[in-house]
């Protein structure tokens, strides 16, 4: 799984792990996860899945965030805010799901 884990979006390479760390630099952000969806346009488009504590940032906001600390093609498409992120028994986070989840969303 760790091969999906990066993200190819108009020929470039994109980490989720770099997009995570600023994310959760916003104070309302406890977790958070990256994954690439598949986009007709650009190969992939990255989606961030943001659990939140206490007050709720909104999208604009996290935008902001990600516009001040990397390049403009590297900021989420989308946030999905969720009341927890699907982890195994080790407390790794599954992405595969993640995925499922975002692809389902949007097919309907």
């Given at each position: 799984d760790r091969s999906k884990d990066l993200i190819i979006s108009g020929g470039s390479n994109i980490y989720p792990r770099e997009i995570e760390e600023?994310?959760?630099?916003?104070?309302?952000?406890?977790e958070c996860a990256v994954v690439g969806l598949p986009d007709l346009e650009w190969g992939e488009t990255p989606i961030a899945f943001i659990v939140t504590t206490g007050g709720a940032p909104?999208?604009?906001e996290l935008d902001e965030l990600c516009l001040r600390h990397l390049a403009r093609y590297k900021r989420p498409r989308g946030y999905q805010f969720v009341g927890r992120l699907p982890k195994n028994a080790y407390g790794k986070v599954l992405k595969a799901e993640l995925r499922k989840t975002a692809d389902n969303s949007r097919a309907t």
């Open positions: 600023v994310l959760l630099t916003h104070p309302h952000v406890e909104d999208a604009a």
